[in-house]
């Protein structure tokens, strides 16, 4: 327990101290930056496999309404960049554990810049539109950022990285629509249920998703919403929020297709004739459930989620969990 909270402690300092520092900049600037640590130790699993931990930082900006007011459905717009990084290994890589027959999800890191264009409607529809170019294999050097961090928090060191997946080169582009089913029509809005698909395609990743968000709490609409990622400020009267806080437990079930995983089966192109490498097959359906928590009030914001995950390989021992943890602050 104390390792997972030192870790959780340590990751957060790292990624919002540039957000304390950025606070001090001129406060007309309307943007959004955040930092989001994801690790397998948040969801107290005393283990450290699959998803172990990822990293993120990321900026997004509202632009000035006055660039769409022709187009009177549109509520806002919000463009973002995001850098990530992200390591994913086997059941178990401890030594007195280790066997390669246990290895039943490659070892991986994963880099990736992202920019994102996303249009939010009166209507309560979003479009989300991305494209990301990303890194895999050694040259990410998530072997040495692990034993680093398991050798300052007294973790085990952990083996068998010679074996992750060789590095490679890869970009992906990924559509996003969401739409608001149902929700209370009287008084301020604490329950509603939205619906969303999702498509992957790419060197990397390929595949659809289907989803859906449910929330409870005192609620802003999807437009202007934290768990929607839409509270950066454009300026203009539909962005005025309902209340002075949000908060909100929700609910998002996903089932997800997978037609390609490179942090699984390696690039789509190269060769893998590495002997050391060691890929798997990886399961085609794959249903995810995240339950979290989310509150913004002024300036600042707070996501945290717990994420439960079939089995990502046909070969996987158990399930995957893990803890997700936001930070937001908004220059509105």
């Known amino acids: 327990m104390f390792n997972s909270i030192g870790k959780l402690v340590f990751s957060l300092f790292i990624l919002i101290f540039p957000l304390s520092v950025y606070a001090q900049l001129k406060k007309d600037f309307k943007f959004q930056m955040s930092g989001q640590t994801d690790n397998d130790s948040y969801a107290f699993t005393n283990s450290d496999r699959y998803y ?28 973002g960049f995001e850098l990530g990084h992200e390591i994913f290994m086997p059941y178990t ?40 170019i990303g890194f895999i294999g050694p040259s990410t050097n998530v072997q040495e950022l692990q034993s680093w961090t398991h050798d300052k928090f007294g973790y085990y060191h952990p083996i068998g990285w010679n074996h992750q997946i060789q590095n490679s080169v890869g970009v992906n582009l990924k559509v996003v629509y969401q739409k ?13 249920i939205s619906a969303g698909t999702e498509a992957r395609i790419g060197t990397f990743f390929n595949g659809a998703e289907a989803s859906a968000v449910i929330r409870i709490g005192a609620l802003e609409k999807m437009f202007n919403s934290n768990v929607y990622d839409a509270r950066v400020s454009n300026g203009t009267q539909v962005d005025e929020k309902e209340r002075n806080c949000e908060w909100s437990f929700y609910v998002i079930p996903k089932l997800n297709y997978v037609a390609y995983d490179a942090t699984i089966e390696g690039s789509l192109f190269e060769t893998h004739n590495d ?5 798997k097959t990886p399961s085609p359906l794959v249903f995810n459930q995240q339950i979290g928590f989310m ?38």
């Open 180 to 192: 608001m089913l149902l929700s209370n029509r009287s008084g301020k809005r604490f329950f509603d």
């Open 295 to 332: 509150f913004s009030q002024n300036r600042w914001g707070l996501n945290f989620s717990y994420n439960y995950r079939t089995k990502e390989t046909r070969e996987a021992i158990v399930p995957t969990k893990y803890g997700s943890l936001k930070l937001l602050y908004y220059f509105n």
């Open 52 to 79: 172990s931990n990822g990293m993120f930082l990321s900026f997004r900006k509202a632009i000035d309404a006055d660039l769409h007011k022709s187009k009177a459905s549109v509520a806002k717009k919000i463009y």
């Open 93 to 132: 890589s401890q030594r007195k554990y280790y066997r390669e027959s246990l290895i039943d999800r490659p070892y991986a890191g994963y880099i990736s810049l992202t920019g994102s264009w996303d249009s939010y409607y009166k209507n309560e529809s979003a479009l989300k539109l991305s494209g990301s």
């Open 275 to 279: 002997p050391e490498e060691i890929l």
